[in-house]
């Protein structure tokens, strides 16, 4: 959320962080390091609390699927074949994951193997437990799927951009595999995979695989991911799509009335690819394309191997919001090749991959963009650090008994960021980097711990730098709530001069007509916006609005700051576009701030829930879940 309240503008203040200096120091605004409690010292690690997979007696090593996609049912039906890797000699029993799965059949070499189903766990799913004779080491499950599955959305043909035809895409990070294919949902566990996968011959399927741009759409088509993955970078999706390349080894699939806009829009991705290989070691998947899904999909991106998968919000027509593609490209490094074993663990792949974003933006775009953005994300930071709970604030966050869905906020992102960044002014830019590069290759196509990372910092950067690091700093960063005293707080120059024309406005010495805009970024804007006081006057708010057209703005994340504001304050000339802007786009990060918003009214929660029953029908499961207790 970027919408920053009166408390929080004090705080900003405070540290000096809209008007200070390049990196300067923040002043204490967290709690000390506290003990471990005897729960957490209890906790197993490298244990994986949100799977029943028995990993540590047998291991799915490869996947093969086969599977049909019935638009009318709304549902998945096919086969997967699993080959194992047996952990412990005795183990005669496998466990996996599923939810909401109609079990068919289980099978090794064409004989049936028994198998019973535990009752389901709301957040977790259902335990399959097949009996395991010794001398299997592959079997088959027949399997169904819901057509309510979790991790599927099934689109109509007018929630599409063409209107002609139907579409599906998946969506399994952080569990939701287990809701499309019976497996060991863990991240912990890499697979490699091969798949069928059969359509309506007038649509496309693609997947987190090799795939093939100039297949012919008969309705079967053939992948195969040879590097092993954790299961929640297993996706699909089936369409009208066209392909447009953008570069040697880049390219965009959408639909074809999107494809030409998303093209001009990414064309930089390719320089991106090059710039991040020549500063962080070869790219190890080939190619890297983008998909660009529906309005629906409740995230900005997904970083699925080989093709992530992106929202239509962020094609602006100025590439301004262009950073969501960098992001999703350093998750080929941190993410997709060194993974975080348990969510936990998952600031190991979002606060790595935002330094990274920061650093492939400055790269492509310059300085001056990289402080901006640095800015707005300290900021995001700061937000979150304002309304979340202490132990939500810790980056290695216990997570046991709660949905791991719950990990994701701005601490595991952009306070993991803010700690590597640390690390790199204390050890040097080159040093730092030269770090990352050996962590990389140290722990490639594998998934690690917060505590292996930690051993690992100890034995490297550590015992290399001991005069300007220390363990217990390390410590503090990762295990204790809020921001380390300190800590760097980016600055921009940039930001000074918004600075000087928002308090001209807020105290009528400028009238909004007299700021020179013309030039400002989508960053300047949001930093404008962002930084308002919570209640602003009716005067103030119309000027705002006829001067700049907020209400109106095409740009998604501007639209969002000022309907923000709008709710805030219950301007109602906005309140048309607030209507359209829920019920048109489904990104959580855009539409639960409203929905939050709006239902600490009587008004504006009678509001909200006019317009989420409108856009239910064409929500994600996910963006429902997060969403429906604001309207009930």
Known sequence: MRFVSIVLGALLLATGCSKAPEDSQAVDNTAAIKPLTSHEQSMNVSRDYHSFANVDEVLVTHINLDITANFDTQ?????????????????????????????????????????????????????????????????????????EAS??????????????????????????????IPLQDSPKVRVTYQATIRTPKELLAVMSASNQADTERDGVYEFNMPQPIPSYLIALAIGDLSFKPMGERTGVYAEPELIEAAAKEFEDTESMLIATENKYGPYSWERYDLLILPPSFPFGGMENPRLSFITPTVIAGDKSLVSLIAHELAHSWSGNTVTNATWRDLWLNEGFTTYLTYRI?????????????????????????????????IMAIDLRGRNPDDVFSNIPYEKGALFL???????????????????????????ITTD????????????????VL???????????PGIPAGAPVPGSDAFSKIDTARSGFLSAVLSPEDIATDAWTVHEWLYFLNNLPEQLTDEQLVKLDT???????????????????????EYKPAYGRLHEYLVS??????????????SKTVEGKAFAKRAFEQAKPGYHPLTIKANEGYVQ
């Open 75 to 147: 549902q998945l039906s096919g086969t997967a074949v699993l080959d194992l890797k047996r952990i412990a000699a005795d183990a005669d029993t496998l466990v996996l994951d599923t939810r909401d799965l109609v079990i068919n059949s289980v099978s090794a070499n064409d004989t049936a193997l028994s198998f019973s189903l535990a009752s389901a766990d709301p957040e977790l799913g259902s335990a399959l437990s097949i009996s395991l004779p010794s001398e299997v080491n592959q079997i088959t499950v027949d399997y169904t799927t819901s057509p």
């Open 151 to 180: 991790g599927v959305q099934w689109l109509t043909p007018l929630q599409t951009a063409g209107k002609r035809h139907p579409f599906l895409f998946t969506q399994a990070q952080a569990v939701h595999a287990r809701s499309f």
């Open 361 to 393: 933006m400055e790269m492509i775009y310059g300085t001056d963009r990289y402080n901006m953005e640095a800015v707005l994300g300290y900021q995001d930071l700061l937000a979150d650090i304002a309304s979340l709970p202490a132990d939500d604030q």
């Open 421 to 447: 960044r640390e690390i790199e002014q204390k050890v040097g830019r080159d040093n730092f980097d030269a770090f990352l590069l050996a962590y990389f290759e140290a722990f490639a196509f594998k998934s």
């Open 452 to 467: 292996e990372f930690v051993a690992y910092l100890d034995q490297t950067l550590l015992s290399d730098y001991p005069d």
């Open 470 to 480: 220390s363990k217990e700093r390390i410590k503090e960063w990762i295990f204790s």
């Open 547 to 569: 001067a700049f057209d907020l209400t109106n703005s095409p740009n998604n994340e501007i639209a969002h700051s000022w309907l923000m504001i709008a709710v805030a304050n």
């Open 585 to 598: 786009i489904g990104r959580n990060k855009l539409v639960k701030p409203l929905y939050r918003e709006l």
